[in-house]
T-cell receptor, first 114, second 115 residues
Framework: AQSVAQPEDQVNVAEGNPLTVKCTYS??????LFWYVQYPNRGLQFLLK??????LVKGSYGFEAEFNKSQTSFHLKKPSALVSDSALYFC????????????FGSGTQLTVLP | DAGVIQSPRHEVTEMGQEVTLRCKPI?????LFWYRQTMMRGLELLIY????????DSGMPEDRFSAKMPNASFSTLKIQPSEPRDSAVYFC?????????????FGQGTRLTVV
């Protein structure tokens, strides 16, 4: 079975500071990993994905994520947080070469304080 | 493309009534997903279709829930009869086949309240 853990329900960071939202996963074989963001009363928006290749993936709005196979992690990062980054962030995983669909984490509420 | 379109955006209904949620996927996308989001259970995959055919409905909570996809541009999720515990935000998403590494695109959701 595949699973995703987002150990922090809430992350607070000051504007201008770097942010990290943590994600670890469990999957058979190689993973496809995704980050989505959800703003209030909106659907999920795709941020970035890791499929293969470079472990550092760059995505929308200045976000990036680093795939670490040994630690089975895919943490989301941004060098300098904006108040407008405040939202709910979801990590998701799917095993490569499988018909299984995405499994989402429980989400992390990011609040960037002015 | 306008993206995945869901209707209605909000639905308030009385317990026991039938509720129908609608979704128009992005044109050309082969997969369509129905998710439910609640505070307690997070995002749950209810059912998904590939080329209009239901592939996995193991996430559908009860027989009161049913989903159809009569053509490539339309899907419905029906709850009959509805119960208060069905109150949630229901999302539809679609993605192209183009290999298993493509991301899904989500609609804005339908907020269902059953009173």
């Amino acid at each position: 079975a595949q699973s995703v853990a987002q150990p922090e329900d809430q992350v607070n960071v000051a504007e201008g500071n770097p942010l990290t939202v943590k994600c670890t996963y469990s999957v058979s074989g190689n993973p496809y990993l995704f980050w989505y963001v959800q703003y209030p009363n909106r659907g999920l928006q795709f941020l970035l994905k890791y499929i293969t290749g470079d472990n550092l993936v760059k995505g929308s709005y200045g976000f990036e994520a680093e795939f670490n196979k040994s630690q089975t992690s895919f943490h989301l990062k941004k060098p300098s947080a904006l108040v407008s980054d405040s939202a709910l962030y979801f990590c998701a995983v799917r095993p490569s070469g499988s018909a299984r669909q995405l499994t989402f984490g429980s989400g992390t509420q990011l609040t960037v304080l002015p | 493309d306008a993206g995945v379109i869901q209707s209605p955006r909000h639905e308030v209904t009385e317990m026991g009534q039938e509720v129908t949620l609608r979704c128009k996927p992005i044109s050309g996308h082969d997969y369509l997903f129905w998710y439910r989001q609640t505070m307690m259970r997070g995002l749950e995959l209810l059912i998904y279709f590939n080329n209009n055919v239901p592939i996995d409905d193991s996430g559908m909570p009860e027989d009161r829930f049913s989903a159809k996809m009569p053509n490539a541009s339309f899907s419905t999720l029906k709850i009959q009869p509805s119960e208060p515990r069905d109150s949630a935000v229901y999302f539809c998403a679609s993605r192209p086949w183009a290999g298993q590494n493509t991301e899904a695109f989500f609609g804005q959701g339908t907020r269902l309240t059953v009173v």
